[in-house]
């Protein structure tokens, strides 16, 4: 394990279009809401914060896919987020993405290894 990374959960533990699984990281200073998805296959994780107002997206624990199972939603007020890239495709994020954390899935497991911030 590289230092500084952080084991989240296994492979096993993320499907495509499922449950989120939700960690917490370090962000200024400050302990934050996160999760990792799988879409496509592919794990992306980002802040649990919406680019509207700082409010959790999940409607329930894990719960952040759309209907469709392809794009992210906020619970709050509907804001939805594309999967893979965190970019913002409609509703009160008004252009704003999530934060997109650094995450590698290797030998079955998942890694936080930092956070996309510019
Ligand atoms: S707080 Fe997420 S859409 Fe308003």
């Known amino acids: 394990m590289d ?24 962000y200024f200073g400050e302990r934050a809401p996160a999760f990792v998805v799988r879409c496509a296959g592919r794990v992306h994780g980002y802040l649990n914060r919406c680019g509207h107002m700082p409010m959790e997206l999940d409607w329930r624990e894990g719960e952040v896919f759309d209907l469709n199972g392809r794009d992210l939603i906020c619970s709050t007020h509907g804001a939805t987020y594309s999967a893979a890239s965190g970019k913002c495709l409609g509703g009160p994020c008004g252009g704003t993405p999530l934060v997109a954390l650094q995450v590698e899935e290797r030998d079955g497991k998942v890694y936080f290894k930092g956070i996309d911030d510019g």
């Open 3 to 26: 230092r500084g990374e952080l084991l989240i959960c296994a492979s096993g533990a993320l499907v495509d279009s499922g449950r989120a699984v939700r960690f917490e990281v370090e």
